[in-house]
Nanobody, 125 residues
Framework: QVQLVESGGGLVQAGDSLRLSCAAS????????MGWFRQAPGKEREFVAG????????GEADSVKGRFTISRDNAKNTVYLQMNSLKPEDTARYYC??????????????????WGQGTQVTVSS
């Protein structure tokens, strides 16, 4: 399994931007499809954005479409989530997941093999 470490979360105001990073260990990062999910207290983990192993396919949840962008740098073993125009309802702990042999992007938590510990994003109104 790949080891994942998220960073970049914090406390921001509505309308601000943040960029989350997820650094992966191992030499086969380019074989993994990656995804960002979030979980608020008392709620289930929900899909935010996903990207295929090569980066040629991406998808975002309707709630973040047009505001959030997922990208990856396979040379740096890192996947990013650029979050613009943040809203209070974006407040959650954000997790990245990795799925082996991912030629597409995947929207269910059960599709992923490995998870990081998460990074907290809090958006004040």
């Amino acid at each position: 399994q790949v080891q994942l470490v998220e960073s970049g979360g914090g406390l921001v105001q509505a309308g601000d931007s943040l960029r989350l990073s997820c650094a992966a260990s191992g030499r086969t990062f380019s074989n993994y499809a990656m995804g960002w999910f979030r979980q608020a207290p008392g709620k289930e983990r929900e899909f935010v954005a996903g990207i295929s192993s090569s980066g040629d396919r991406t998808g975002e949840a309707d709630s973040v479409k047009g505001r959030f962008t997922i990208s990856r740098d396979n040379a740096k073993n890192t996947v990013y989530l650029q979050m613009n125009s943040l809203k209070p309802e974006d407040t959650a702990r954000y997790y990245c997941g990795a799925r082996t042999r991912g030629s597409y992007y995947y929207v269910r938590p059960g599709d992923y093999d490995s998870w990081g510990q998460g990074t907290q994003v809090t958006v004040s109104s």
